[in-house]
């Protein structure tokens, strides 16, 4: 595609010299401003923009096509300098705040991009972009009271916009308003019932509700629209996991793991997966890929020091729960398990210590199943009558 030539400073010129393909800023945003557009060359246009603000250097039009062309070529903090100039010459135009914001998020400032999208909605306050925009980096901010606050003001102006009620079904999910998350990923799916994205989180919803059919039926749905989204096959798997069907799951799972092998969440579950089958080995090399890629996840060390024990290195098998306890300490369920490993190990004096820290923590749970535990009949009963006191003081 050939560019007019830059002849002079005049507006029109510089107007001219934007991409044939993006007329303006309103059309690349409506398209999605990080999109990508093989037939722009952005540096060139970068270039381009660069000399004419040596002849022009406070052109508001000049800066804007600067700023929205190195936030496409993906230099975000260049970008983000660019848009605070182009906002300095105007600060009444909300698209160009919009475009900031996208690019803070970029750089993971996400305070800042609630603000620039607060500044569009002085300006603009009917701007959708900018209140979906807001209501999200809310979100992520943890700030679920505001964010939903700021979903519904939006969605008392644009009601039939899905990301909306997607949004604010995600937020109730986090308060733990599961039935309103419910009602508000339905009505998302009734304004566009092709978005996967919103039937996985209503699989999750409903996963969290303990409705374990329903919300294997939903992540179908999301896997029909979205076959290679790997988390939505982790949390299948986790579902069949939890129903008993292990095969099923560990189908799943190795599904999530085809798609994205990096993945430490989807190698820790394929591993419990095999441990309700008792299939050892391979839940322990399961464990292991999980450490790899996630070092200080102390639920995947207490996991190989179960599946260690259970392959009768026990020695072993204690330090992985010297691991796990090392990144969360007062697990009981370690310490329980590492009285057993010494009791194994015929070490009763350290098999005692670890029963009473055990009982200690959770005499409710630990102090009868001791009790009735072969492994831990050679153990003191002092450890459980020292756990009972502590617990009593």
Not at 362 to 377: E, I, S
Request: charged share 20%.
């Amino acid at each position: 595609m050939d560019y007019a030539p830059f002849v002079d400073n005049s507006a029109a010129k510089i107007t001219a010299l934007a991409s044939p393909t993006t007329n303006s800023l309103a059309s690349s945003s409506r398209h999605g401003i990080f999109s990508t557009s093989p037939e722009v060359n952005f540096e060139q246009k970068i270039q381009t923009y660069r000399q004419i603000l040596q002849e022009v250097p406070h052109s508001f039009t000049a800066w804007s096509y600067l700023s929205y062309f190195l936030a496409r070529a993906n230099r975000h903090q260049e970008a983000a300098e660019a848009y605070i100039k182009t906002l300095s010459l105007n600060p009444n135009a909300p698209r160009i705040w919009v475009n900031y914001a996208i690019t803070l998020e970029q750089l993971g400032y996400y305070g800042e991009a609630v603000e620039s999208y607060s500044q569009a909605l002085v300006v603009s306050p009917c701007y959708l972009k900018a209140m979906y925009g807001k209501s999200k980096n809310l979100y992520r901010l943890e700030q679920y009271q505001e964010a939903l606050a700021s979903y519904e003001h939006a969605l008392a102006v644009r009601g039939n916009a899905y990301e909306l009620w997607y949004g604010r079904g995600k937020v109730l999910t986090k308060l733990k308003r599961l039935d309103d998350a419910v009602v508000s990923f339905e009505k998302a799916l009734a304004l566009n019932p092709h978005a996967a994205k919103v039937w996985a989180s209503l699989g999750q919803a409903l996963m969290y509700q303990q409705n374990n059919e329903a919300a294997i039926q939903r992540f179908d749905k999301a896997l029909r629209l979205a076959p290679d989204d790997s988390l939505s096959w982790t949390y299948k798997g986790f579902l069949y996991k939890r129903m008993g069907q292990y095969t099923e799951a560990l189908e799943c799972f190795d599904r999530a793991i085809d798609i994205a092998p990096q993945v430490a969440r989807s190698w820790h579950h394929r591993g419990l997966a095999l441990m309700n089958m008792s299939r050892y080995q391979e839940a322990h090399d399961s464990f292991e890929c999980a450490l790899k890629f996630q070092a200080y996840d102390h639920k995947s060390w207490l996991s190989l020091g179960w599946a260690l024990e259970k392959m009768g290195d026990y020695q072993q098998a204690i330090e992985a729960y010297n691991k796990s306890l090392t990144i969360e300490p007062d697990q009981s369920f370690a310490f329980y398990r590492q009285a057993r490993c010494y009791a194994l190990l015929e070490n009763y004096n350290s098999a005692a210590e670890y029963l009473r820290r055990a009982i200690a923590l959770r005499p409710q749970d630990y102090l009868q199943r001791a009790m009735n535990d072969p492994v831990l009949q050679g153990v003191n009963n002092q450890a459980m009558l020292a756990g009972t006191t502590a617990s009593a003081s």
